[in-house]
């Protein structure tokens, strides 16, 4: 299996994952152009996806969906609550309902809709495996539940949601509206809150942890290191940042060998 984020953050989510000729993708929230440069980079063609999955209506998520989907003729599975919200009018044909806990095939992957707590009409989020081995991708989480706690104890490979520093939220410039949406329970993951989730849940099968959604007015890439760097002793840690896409990687090779340095650029460090 391969995967990157090709847009983690509060500016755009986009998530690629891949076994031999089948690739997704889950969620659309950067617009085409900027998917096709991202892939681009990543020498992966668009014509190699073949569906695309929505975790949940907002604007994050979905930006570049109707554009992408249309061109490439791609089925999109969405739970119903999602697709109202969207207010998106995708050709019926693209337009694939699911339940919030559905297990749908493409190709040689199997991907489980994981319900959860999240401001949206019908949200979830999504596992996918090969038979083997799983891929986790949980972002957009208002509190962690029984599903998200089974999700993570059950992945090789993490992709989860530190969408905030608490202490930055609290003193930050955002509304108290804002504020409260974000860490009602309804909102995003703290970074204290994900960590604890982590911690409490991952197994000695969990190789690689891929942090992600990061808020770009109440996070850094620096804090989200320090804050998990000394719970990843072996596991492979990445942080995705808001602005560029991640490596593309090889499960195959990070099962090979599964501690390899932290590095990030400076210039993305915050």
């Not at 994952?17 to 998917?35: C, P, R, T, Y």
């Not at 401001?119 to 989020?125: M, Q």
């Not at 969990?206 to 320090?226: A, M, P």
């Amino acid at each position: 299996m391969k995967y990157c984020a090709i847009a983690s953050g509060s500016n755009g989510n986009c998530y690629y994952v891949a076994k031999d000729d089948s690739a997704i993708l889950i969620d659309a929230g950067i617009n085409s152009k900027h998917i096709h440069l991202r892939m681009y980079n990543l020498g992966l063609l668009p014509t190699q996806i073949k569906a695309i999955f929505i975790t949940h209506e907002h604007s994050d998520h979905i930006r570049g969906l109707s554009v992408f989907a249309k061109k490439y003729n791609l089925p999109v599975y969405i739970t119903k609550g999602s697709y109202d919200g969207t207010r998106l009018h995708l050709p019926a044909h693209l337009v694939h309902i699911i339940s919030h806990d559905e297990v749908v095939e493409i190709g040689g992957l199997k991907v489980y809709g994981i319900p959860k707590y999240h401001d949206a009409k019908e949200p979830c989020s999504f596992l996918v495996s090969d038979g083997t081995y799983n891929i986790g991708v949980l972002t957009d989480i208002g509190r962690p539940c029984e599903n998200v706690q089974h999700v993570i104890q059950h992945s090789d490979v993490l992709l989860l949601e530190s969408n905030y520093d608490e202490e930055m939220l609290r003193t930050g410039r955002y509304s108290y509206f804002l504020k409260n949406r974000i860490s009602s329970g309804w909102g995003h993951l703290s970074n204290r809150v994900a960590v604890e989730l982590f911690n409490a849940y991952k197994t000695d099968r969990l190789k690689h942890l891929i942090l992600t959604h990061l808020s770009g007015e109440n996070n850094t890439v620096d804090l989200v290191q320090q804050t998990f760097e000394p719970h990843c002793e072996r596991i492979q840690l990445h942080v995705a940042t808001r602005y560029q896409e991640t490596e593309l990687f090889d499960l195959k090779l990070v099962l090979e060998n599964p501690v390899t340095s932290f590095s990030i650029p400076s210039a993305l460090s915050s």
